[in-house]
Protein backbone atom coordinates (compact mmCIF):
# COMPACT_ATOMS: atom_id res chain seq x y z
CA UNK A 1 0.00 0.00 0.00
CA UNK A 2 1.26 3.28 -0.76
CA UNK A 3 -0.16 6.91 -1.30
CA UNK A 4 2.50 9.26 -3.02
CA UNK A 5 2.31 12.81 -3.04
CA UNK A 6 3.33 15.88 -5.65
CA UNK A 7 2.64 18.81 -6.24
CA UNK A 8 4.04 20.75 -2.89
CA UNK A 9 6.61 23.66 -3.15
CA UNK A 10 6.86 27.50 -2.73
CA UNK A 11 4.55 30.21 -4.15
CA UNK A 12 3.84 33.63 -3.74
CA UNK A 13 0.98 34.90 -2.00
CA UNK A 14 -2.31 34.78 -4.00
CA UNK A 15 -0.91 32.24 -6.26
CA UNK A 16 -2.21 28.70 -7.06
CA UNK A 17 -0.58 25.14 -6.35
CA UNK A 18 -2.05 21.58 -7.54
CA UNK A 19 -1.77 18.50 -5.19
CA UNK A 20 -2.08 15.48 -6.18
CA UNK A 21 -2.29 12.14 -4.13
CA UNK A 22 -1.66 8.80 -5.77
CA UNK A 23 -2.64 5.65 -4.54
CA UNK A 24 -1.14 2.15 -5.55
CA UNK A 25 -1.73 -1.64 -3.97
CA UNK A 26 -5.18 -1.15 -2.85
CA UNK A 27 -8.57 -0.72 -4.83
CA UNK A 28 -8.71 3.32 -3.77
CA UNK A 29 -11.50 3.66 -5.13
CA UNK A 30 -13.60 2.73 -2.60
CA UNK A 31 -12.05 5.06 0.10
CA UNK A 32 -13.14 7.94 1.18
CA UNK A 33 -10.25 10.21 1.18
CA UNK A 34 -9.05 13.85 2.76
CA UNK A 35 -6.47 16.14 2.39
CA UNK A 36 -4.41 17.03 6.37
CA UNK A 37 -1.83 19.88 6.97
CA UNK A 38 0.43 20.25 9.53
CA UNK A 39 2.77 22.87 10.86
CA UNK A 40 5.13 22.11 13.22
CA UNK A 41 4.57 21.80 16.39
CA UNK A 42 0.58 22.26 15.97
CA UNK A 43 -1.41 19.65 15.61
CA UNK A 44 -2.73 17.66 11.92
CA UNK A 45 -5.47 19.99 10.55
CA UNK A 46 -8.17 18.49 8.22
CA UNK A 47 -7.99 20.75 5.22
CA UNK A 48 -10.83 18.90 2.90
CA UNK A 49 -12.22 15.31 2.64
CA UNK A 50 -14.34 13.73 -0.41
CA UNK A 51 -16.81 10.56 -0.28
CA UNK A 52 -15.69 7.86 -2.15
CA UNK A 53 -18.37 8.39 -5.22
CA UNK A 54 -17.34 11.87 -5.02
CA UNK A 55 -20.66 13.02 -4.03
CA UNK A 56 -20.00 14.95 -0.84
CA UNK A 57 -17.30 17.12 -0.09
CA UNK A 58 -16.08 18.96 3.01
CA UNK A 59 -13.83 21.85 3.86
CA UNK A 60 -12.04 23.39 6.76
CA UNK A 61 -13.92 27.19 6.82
CA UNK A 62 -10.22 28.60 6.16
CA UNK A 63 -10.08 26.96 3.29
CA UNK A 64 -13.79 27.45 1.50
CA UNK A 65 -14.10 28.85 -1.20
CA UNK A 66 -10.47 28.53 -2.12
CA UNK A 67 -9.90 24.84 -2.34
CA UNK A 68 -11.28 22.21 -4.13
CA UNK A 69 -10.68 18.38 -3.57
CA UNK A 70 -11.14 15.96 -6.38
CA UNK A 71 -10.73 12.73 -7.14
CA UNK A 72 -10.38 10.45 -10.41
CA UNK A 73 -10.52 7.04 -9.54
CA UNK A 74 -9.87 5.65 -12.81
CA UNK A 75 -6.18 7.08 -12.17
CA UNK A 76 -6.32 6.06 -8.42
CA UNK A 77 -5.83 9.82 -7.66
CA UNK A 78 -7.15 12.37 -5.80
CA UNK A 79 -6.54 16.27 -6.20
CA UNK A 80 -6.36 19.52 -3.68
CA UNK A 81 -6.51 22.73 -5.87
CA UNK A 82 -5.14 25.09 -3.67
CA UNK A 83 -5.77 29.10 -5.38
CA UNK A 84 -5.46 32.75 -3.20
CA UNK A 85 -3.06 31.03 -1.07
CA UNK A 86 -2.40 33.11 1.74
CA UNK A 87 1.49 32.56 4.27
CA UNK A 88 -0.58 30.81 6.82
CA UNK A 89 -1.92 27.64 3.87
CA UNK A 90 2.07 27.33 4.41
CA UNK A 91 2.32 23.37 5.92
CA UNK A 92 3.26 19.85 5.06
CA UNK A 93 0.59 18.44 3.19
CA UNK A 94 -0.83 14.74 3.30
CA UNK A 95 -3.44 12.85 2.12
CA UNK A 96 -5.29 9.98 3.55
CA UNK A 97 -7.46 7.51 2.28
CA UNK A 98 -9.76 5.46 4.86
CA UNK A 99 -12.25 3.77 5.59
CA UNK A 100 -13.74 2.65 8.89
CA UNK A 101 -11.45 0.22 9.47
CA UNK A 102 -8.22 0.86 8.32
CA UNK A 103 -6.20 4.72 7.15
CA UNK A 104 -3.83 4.79 4.74
CA UNK A 105 -1.35 8.08 4.67
CA UNK A 106 1.37 9.86 2.48
CA UNK A 107 3.99 11.34 3.18
CA UNK A 108 3.71 14.38 2.75
CA UNK A 109 4.61 17.42 0.16
CA UNK A 110 5.51 20.75 1.72
CA UNK A 111 3.74 23.48 0.70
CA UNK A 112 5.34 27.15 1.68
CA UNK A 113 4.02 30.43 0.67
CA UNK A 114 5.91 33.49 0.57
CA UNK A 115 7.06 36.32 -1.38
Known amino acids: VQLVESGGGLVQPGGSLRLSCTAS????????WSWYRQVSGKERELVASITYFGSTTNYADSVKGRFTISRDNAKNTVYLQMNSLKPEDTAVYYCSAYTRSVRYWGQGTQVTVSS
Open 25 to 32: GFTSSTYD
